[in-house]
């Protein structure tokens, strides 16, 4: 049943060129595909064996004469020549019954395509994987207006389009769209002299919310040809966004399709957040031209050579557009909430896993975030030029191929002269190794301890040490630089490194910029952690070091019913009141640890968390922040008001993100008046959202919820934040009513993942709320994701994992937990991927 990385095998049959007709219909589209074979002299010979799923074969020959292959649920075999030959079939498709949103599918009348990973084999019978590469060239015969697919434009005419892709590319990056659309339309000059045409195409109504994107993604093409020396390849980039799709986005060549959250922005309609997303998905898309199309995969089990390698680049995009301190704090923040918590489960893999039952089961954070940390460290070890030598040799050596890791490690070990064995283990070994210090001075010398654990995970119960780069310095008492950054690579279990320190008391500031995706381990006293609050050069650490302080307050007071510490309370003031320091950074800062992140410091540590008892913890906290810094706060909120036309640049969204922050603190003390005020006043969503969310969190919100929704009810991407805003924010576990009374509202289309995440998967969000003692959200959550599995297998199969921590819980919860999990389970024709993951977490 599983699919090993170890039983790779080369492809029995190249492809030298594909031919693909589409004669378009609802529920009777016509494909027509003439493929050129060639067998490979390497390959393993046998019959032509072709991937094909829920396709009706009309007809097929071979050089012109009919066969009848063996038609099986996953394919085709059928006897073929030993030399090349031209495969001919037609095949009938139904997209308007697709509603797995894989392969050709309809959203809103318009078709179009999604075939990574596995989607093309639902189009037509082809040798479905990624190490098979060909040009394509491919006819649409349509009466709808706007008939797209991948490369440059050829003829068109009264009911047809044909387009021609030159670059060899996998299968999974064909893509076709066809509908009435209309095009926001740009240039672009490459630095090679190219005249790049631009269009971002969208439905009518929507050209007005386009400018952003477009901006976006002229800013990445210029970015690649400065930072990397990679320029665009083809005569047209075409963007196109829909409404119905499983995932963010996806990088089909020259013909990107997105998630329609992810392309369109107004002031009125987006927040601060969603522009950044924007542009880093924008970007992210772009940047797979090189890392990902050019140069792709060899097989599934490879994905993190394109998706962290990318993910990292879109990092650095954003980072050199909007400031790498906040940025790299964001980032941490998301790898910490998704993959460390994924790394502690159940579902733990390695950046590249071994085996897979469903591949799309591992688009996971792992591949993508901890793919991209490896990356970072890569780039660390290696340092600045090894860097640069290291990338250039590998865009020159792999142009045009279908790569592995061992291709990618090979140009950094080849260019530097390093052994980079010990370092491979990263894409091998799950699991978050832990790494301890201790410190101390003796006669002008800092001594560190250093030591690190791997631990055990599902199918890995022994570890080697990793390489993992630490980046160090040291500050002391008085607040100056005790110890510039000082970079170490940590290869064994246990070492220890000196440093000359010219003062006999100081602080280490350890993993600074967060130098390794590990937990770091380090007996810091609260008063040592204000002083690197107040002090540290490095920005990371500083943020870093206020969230610890805040941490321990409220585990000490979930644990022990301590009072809000005022120690932490005291440490803030500075930090809020200092102008000198970024609005998002400090808007960073007065952010407390969210309740799932919570959850897992108190069961490492060896409680079992109570997720009432957290919520509350939480709450008192911020109530304490409120009252202890009411005038700083009031302060914040009153100046930090943006003159002037909404702008989505770094500066104004930062001044936003403190104002809002203030105001949620400030909304626990005014009875939600300034929140009230605002959600009335504000020109723009992010002010209009944040005084929303600040009314649902002390349950005000009803006249301003309602007022909204007359507001918007027309607009799905708007509508999309009313129904989220009510369940995510809901203070204690009210949330999980607040999801069952909205799964019922006329405008929950849940067939629509958009609209059904906004609320099952904000149910999942709220810790206190899913987590309802008495199994209210958990119930709901199964009942749903029993309803969409049939129909949707991979947006079910990817909310199932909110399960993934079942077992931290009490043993009522535990109980709950594990009984909603077996329910889904249990029931008859549950998807493949669904039945993967649920296996997984029930797994002893
Ligand atoms: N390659 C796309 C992206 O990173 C994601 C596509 C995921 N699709 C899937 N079916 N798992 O950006
Ligand atoms: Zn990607």
Not at 419 to 440: E, H, I, K, M, N
Request: charged share 25%.
């Amino acid at each position: 049943r599983p699919i090993r990385l170890s039983q790779y095998r080369k492809p029995a049959h190249r492809v030298d060129r594909v031919d693909l007709t589409f004669r378009l219909h609802p529920s009777r589209t016509r494909v027509l595909a003439r493929i050129a074979f060639r067998p490979d002299p390497e390959g393993p010979g046998g019959p032509l064996r072709l991937d094909g799923e829920g396709l009706r074969l009309i007809e097929a020959a071979i050089d012109g004469t009919p066969v009848t292959p063996l038609i099986d649920p996953a394919g085709l075999s059928v006897e073929a020549p030993d030399r090349p030959f031209l495969w001919e079939a037609e095949v009938e498709i139904d997209p308007a019954a697709n509603t797995a949103l894989e392969g050709l599918y309809m959203s809103n009348g318009m078709y179009c395509t999604q075939c990574e990973a596995e989607g093309f084999r639902k189009i037509t019978y082809y040798p479905d994987r990624p190490d098979v590469m060909a040009p394509f060239d491919v006819r649409i015969e349509s009466d709808l207006p706007v008939l797209l697919s991948n490369g440059n434009p050829g003829r068109a005419g009264k009911g047809f389009a044909e387009w021609s892709d030159p670059w060899p590319k996998p299968a999974y990056l064909f893509a076709l769209v066809a509908g009435d659309l209309i095009a926001h339309s740009d240039r672009f000059t490459t630095a090679e002299g190219r005249e790049v045409a631009l269009n971002i195409w969208v439905r009518p109504g929507d050209e007005d919310r386009c400018a952003y994107a477009m901006d976006a993604l002229k800013r990445s093409m210029a970015w690649d040809e400065r930072v990397y020396g990679r320029a665009y390849d083809l005569d047209v980039f075409n963007i196109v966004a829909v409404d119905d799709f499983n995932m963010g986005a996806m990088e089909n060549k020259g013909l990107n399709i997105f998630n329609a959250r992810y392309v369109l922005a107004s002031p009125q309609t987006a927040t601060d957040a969603d522009y950044a997303r924007i542009e880093a998905i924008i970007a992210h898309e772009y940047f797979h031209n090189w890392t990902g199309n050019r140069i792709t995969c060899r097989d599934w089990f490879q994905l993190c050579l394109k998706e962290g390698l990318t993910v990292y680049r879109d990092q650095q995009f954003s980072g050199d557009e909007r400031g790498h301190a906040v940025k790299r704090i964001e980032d941490v923040q998301m790898l910490r909430a998704r993959q460390f918590r994924e790394d502690a489960g159940p579902l733990a893999h390695p950046v590249r896993p071994e085996s897979y039952v469903e591949i799309n089961n591992f688009y996971t954070a792992t591949v993508y975030e901890k793919g991209a940390e490896v990356i970072g460290m890569l780039r660390r070890i290696v340092c600045e030029d090894g860097w640069r030598a290291g990338l250039d040799l590998y865009f020159d050596r792999h142009d045009g191929q279908a790569c592995t890791i061992e291709d990618w490690l090979a140009v950094f070990a080849d260019a530097t002269g390093r052994d980079l064995s010990q370092f491979a283990l990263w894409y091998s070994q799950a699991g978050t190794p832990r790494v301890t210090l201790s410190s101390r001075i003796e006669d002008g010398t800092l001594v560190v301890d250093l030591r690190q654990d791997v631990p055990a995970t599902p199918g890995q119960p022994e570890k080697l040490p990793h390489a993992i780069p630490v980046a160090l310095g040291a500050v002391a008492r008085d607040g100056t630089e005790a110890l510039a950054t000082q970079h170490i690579v940590l290869t064994r279990p246990h070492e220890t490194h000196r440093f000359a320190i010219g003062t006999g008391d100081a602080v280490v500031s350890a993993l600074r910029g967060f130098s390794a995706p590990v937990v770091l381990d380090q007996p810091l006293s609260n008063p040592d952690r204000a002083l690197l609050l107040a002090h540290d050069t490095d920005p990371f650490n500083r943020w870093e070091s206020g969230r610890e302080l805040a941490r321990d307050a409220l585990l000490r007071m979930v644990r022990d019913g301590a009072a809000p510490d005022p120690a932490y309370l005291d440490a803030l003031g500075p930090v809020l009141a200092d102008d000198t320091i970024e609005p998002a950074f400090r808007a960073m800062v007065l952010a407390l640890p969210g309740d799932d992140d919570l959850a897992r410091s108190l069961a490492e540590g060896g409680t079992v968390p109570d997720p009432d008892a957290i919520d509350a913890a939480r709450r008192a906290l911020a109530l304490a922040v409120a009252r202890r810094h009411e005038d700083r706060l009031a302060h914040l909120f009153d100046s930090l008001a943006e003159p002037g036309p909404y702008s989505p640049e770094a500066g104004p969204a930062g001044r936003r993100a403190l104002r809002g922050a203030a105001l949620s603190r400030l909304s626990r003390i005014d009875g939600g008046a300034r929140a009230r005020a605002l959600v009335e006043s504000a020109d723009n969503m992010t002010d209009r959202l944040a005084a929303l969310t600040a009314l649902v969190a002390i349950g005000q919100a009803d006249d301003a919820l309602a007022a909204f929704y007359d507001d918007w009810k027309s607009d799905r991407l708007v509508l999309d934040k009313w129904f989220s805003v009510q369940v995510a924010a809901a203070p204690g576990d009210s949330g999980a009513q607040a999801a069952a009374r909205l799964t019922a509202h006329p405008d929950f289309h849940w067939r629509t993942p958009n609209r059904f995440r906004a609320v099952i998967g904000a149910l999942g969000a709220n810790h206190a709320s899913f987590h309802a003692a008495d199994g209210t959200g958990y119930d709901l959550v199964a009942d749903w994701l029993i309803r969409l599995d049939p129909l949707n297998p991979q947006t079910a199969a990817r909310m199932s994992t909110l399960f993934d921590s079942w077992r931290r819980y009490d043993a009522g919860r535990q109980e709950l937990m594990r009984a909603a999990l077996t329910r889904i389970a249990g029931k008859t024709d549950l998807s493949r991927d669904t039945s993967e993951m649920v296996g997984r977490m029930l797994a002893e």
